[in-house]
T-cell receptor
Framework: KQEVTQIPAALSVPEGENLVLNCSFT??????LQWFRQDPGKGLTSLLL?????REQTSGRLNASLDKSSGRSTLYIAASQPGDSATYLC????????FGAGTTVTVRA | GAVVSQHPSWVICKSGTSVKIECRSL??????MFWYRQFPKQSLMLMAT?????????EQGVEKDKFLINHASLTLSTLTVTSAHPEDSSFYIC?????????????FGPGTRLTVL
């Protein structure tokens, strides 16, 4: 059974600082990995999807890397802003999506 | 882009009643839809996989007689919480898998907040 772990569980940084969110998974036989953002009481917003054959994906200030062999992915958010405050979830797709518990980010103005 | 809707977005009901939640893929056909449940400050837990025209596959520990899933068309899946109790209060999210060529992505609905009094 796929196990997905996200570290840290919570993170508080001053505005402008870069964010590093970590995700690890136990079974490397995956199709892809996806990073989501979830605001309180809301649904999921897809941020980045990395196929198993890719090493990284970038979108604006967001960059996600994938090291499938070691079972790790990292989401980098450059120059954080208060609007980046949310919970970030990673999900591993091995036909079914398995979610981590998330990292709750607070960016202080 | 692919859009998935859920209805209702929130519902409050009395204990013992049944509640139906709809999940629709608006601009693509979804042969497979998924139902998740999320408790406060916890991650999403897969409840069941719904395939069009066949019975749903439930995850271990999920009562199939309590959470009835119907996937009657390529754009609609429904989750019915039967004889709801306060412990069923949760945030329910569906997703639909886009199986068009060169895609294999799940798109998520906005979620339904269920509160059972």
């Amino acid at each position: 059974k796929q196990e997905v772990t996200q570290i840290p569980a919570a993170l508080s940084v001053p505005e402008g600082e870069n964010l590093v969110l970590n995700c690890s998974f136990t079974d490397s036989a995956i199709y892809n990995l996806q990073w989501f953002r979830q605001d309180p009481g809301k649904g999921l917003t897809s941020l980045l999807l990395i196929q198993s054959s890719q090493r990284e994906q970038t979108s604006g200030r967001l960059n996600a890397s994938l090291d499938k062999s070691s079972g790790r992915s990292t989401l980098y958010i450059a120059a954080s802003q208060p609007g980046d405050s949310a919970t970030y979830l990673c999900a591993v797709n091995d036909y079914k999506l398995s979610f981590g518990a998330g990292t709750t980010v607070t960016v202080r103005a | 882009g692919a859009v998935v809707s859920q209805h209702p977005s929130w519902v409050i009901c009395k204990s013992g009643t049944s509640v139906k939640i709809e999940c629709r893929s608006l601009d693509f056909q979804a042969t497979t839809m998924f139902w998740y449940r999320q408790f406060p400050k916890q991650s999403l837990m897969l409840m069941a996989t719904s395939n069009e025209g066949s019975k749903a596959t439930y995850e271990q520990g999920v009562e199939k007689d309590k959470f009835l899933i119907n996937h009657a068309s390529l754009t609609l899946s429904t989750l019915t919480v039967t004889s709801a109790h306060p412990e069923d209060s949760s945030f329910y999210i569906c997703s639909a898998r886009d199986r068009r060529p060169n895609t294999d992505t799940q798109y998520f609905g906005p979620g339904t907040r269920l509160t059972v009094l």
